[in-house]
């Protein structure tokens, strides 16, 4: 998939993430069902993306942070 396909797929899809922010309020709703099958080297595979992805094309920015510090509150806890 292109960059102009995606973007159109994220803009037609959009709408479904009205009530979805902030993310990190709802990181316990995102992962309930499936942190459970992630292995601790599978936890800290995401958290490493997620820092990548985050620190991309800048310094992470602070809903960013609280976002993957969430993730990793979510995973120490289950």
Known sequence: ????????????SSHYLKDAFPLADKVGKIL????????????QSVLKLMDQIAAFESEPN????KLIQAVS???KSN
Request: charged share 30%; no cysteine; hydrophobic share 30%.
């Open 1 to 12: 998939m292109d960059a102009e396909q995606a973007s159109a797929i994220f803009v037609s």
């Open 32 to 43: 309930e069902h499936s942190s459970k099958d992630f292995d601790n080297s599978q936890k």
């Open 62 to 65: 602070q809903e960013q942070r």
């Open 73 to 75: 509150s979510y995973f």
